[in-house]
C-alpha cells in the first residue's frame, strides 16, 4: 500500500526498509550510513532521479529507517517512488502517493472535500445562479393547494374510488389519491386545470372529469353503481385502454360462452350462446351479466384474451383477478 503524502509540504515521515546484509541475504543492517544522497525521487511524470533534498535516514530498530521528505520532495502530486541503495545492504525501495492539500486534509483532518461545480455538460458555471434548475414550468409534480374532492352515487358517498389526476392534456400524471369511508380524498395542487380519472369496480364514471383549482377548491363528482340484472348474475367486467394509458378504445370484439355443459343453477337451464359483451367507449368499461358458478370461455380480441374463467358467487367480479 503506498504511504499518503501532502504535498509541498514539511517534516513527514517516510519508513525505509528493513536492509538486509548483502552477503548473507538475511542479518538486519541497523548501523548504515545513509545520506540524502543515497535516496533517489522518482516524481509521478518525470524522467529523472532526484536526490533527497537534504538530510539522510535514521535507524529505528531491526534494520527499519525513517526519512523526513520536506516541501521539495513532495512538491508534485501522484505517485512519488524512493530508492535507497547503500554499501553493505541490499537495495530497498518504498512507494508513496503525494496527495493535494485539500484532498489529505479531507482523508486524514478535518477538512472538508471540495467539490464545486466549474461545468456541467462542458460550459463552464461561473455563478450558482447558471446552475439553478427553472421549474416554473414543471409538470408532474403536485402543489400546495389543498384539494378536496367528494365522490358519490348520485346520493350517497362511495367510498374505495380511486383518483388520477393528470395535467390539462391528459397525458402527464400527477398525483393519485382513494376516497374515505365519507367518499372524501384531498389533494395538493397548483392553480391551473386538470384532468381527474375516476374508477372503482362496480360503478361508472364519466372520464376524464375537469378540475380547475384556484387556491383552496373543492368539487364533487358522481357516478352511477353498476347493478346486475338478478341475484343469479355477477357482473364480469374490465376496462379496455389503449397502449397509452389514458384512451379508452374505440371499440372491442368480446364474446362469452358458457362451457360447462349442460349448466343447471338454481334448477334452471342455462343458454350456452355466445354473448357479445357491453361496451362503453368514452369509458373503456367492458361487461357481461353471466350466471354464477359456471366457467366461460371469454375472448377480447384488442386485448388478446382467450381464457377459461371461473364466474364466482359475487355481484360483480374483474376479469382481470380471474384470469
Known amino acids: 500500500m503506498a504511504i499518503p503524502l501532502r504535498q509541498s509540504t514539511s517534516d513527514q515521515e517516510v519508513l525505509l526498509g528493513m536492509f538486509i546484509d548483502d552477503i548473507d541475504g538475511v542479518s538486519p543492517e541497523t548501523s548504515l550510513s545513509i545520506l540524502n544522497t543515497d535516496i533517489k525521487i522518482w516524481k509521478h511524470g518525470a524522467t529523472v532521479l ?5 538530510g539522510g535516514a535514521t535507524h529505528i530498530s531491526n534494520g527499519l529507517y525513517y526519512a523526513v521528505l520536506d ?7 501522484g505517485s512519488l517512488l524512493i530508492h535507497c541503495h547503500v ?10 502517493t503525494v496527495l493535494p492539500v485539500n484532498i489529505f486534509d479531507s ?3 478535518s ?3 471540495e467539490v464545486d461545480i466549474v461545468q456541467v455538460a462542458a460550459t463552464t458555471v461561473l455563478d450558482i445562479d447558471e446552475f439553478k434548475a427553472d421549474v416554473s414550468q414543471l409538470t408532474g409534480i403536485a402543489g400546495i393547494n389543498a384539494t378536496t374532492i367528494t365522490v358519490n352515487d348520485g346520493t350517497n358517498p362511495v367510498d374505495g374510488v380511486q383518483l388520477a389526476i393528470y395535467n390539462s392534456d391528459n397525458t402527464i400524471f400527477i ?3 382513494t376516497t374515505n369511508s365519507s367518499g372524501i380524498a384531498t389533494v395538493y395542487l397548483d392553480d391551473g386545470s386538470y384532468k381527474v380519472r375516476i374508477s372503482k369496480a362496480g360503478y361508472g364514471f364519466t372520464n376524464p372529469e375537469s378540475l380547475t383549482v384556484s387556491g383552496v377548491t373543492t368539487d364533487t363528482y358522481s357516478g352511477d353503481a353498476v347493478v346486475t340484472e338478478s341475484a343469479e348474475s355477477c357482473r364480469l367486467y374490465e376496462y379496455c385502454f389503449s397502449q397509452d394509458g389514458i384512451t379508452p378504445l374505440t371499440s372491442v370484439t368480446s364474446l362469452a360462452t358458457i362451457r360447462t355443459l349442460p349448466y343447471d343453477y338454481d334448477n ?3 343458454s350456452v350462446d355466445g354473448v357479445i359483451g357491453t361496451y362503453d367507449a368514452t369509458s373503456g368499461f367492458l361487461y357481461w351479466d353471466i350466471v354464477r358458478g359456471c366457467r366461460v370461455l371469454v375472448t377480447i380480441t384488442e386485448l388478446g384474451i382467450s381464457s377459461y374463467v371461473d364466474i364466482p358467487d359475487a355481484s360483480t367480479a374483474r376479469l382481470a383477478n380471474l384470469l
Open 87 to 96: 554499501s553493505g545492504a541490499l537495495p530497498v525501495r518504498a512507494l508513496c
Open 268 to 270: 334452471k337451464l342455462h
Open 71 to 77: 516541501a521539495t520532495d513532495t512538491d508534485t502530486p
Open 175 to 177: 398525483t393519485s389519491a
Open 107 to 109: 482523508l486524514f483532518g
Open 50 to 54: 532526484a536526490n533527497k533534498n537534504s
Open 111 to 113: 477538512d472538508k472535500l
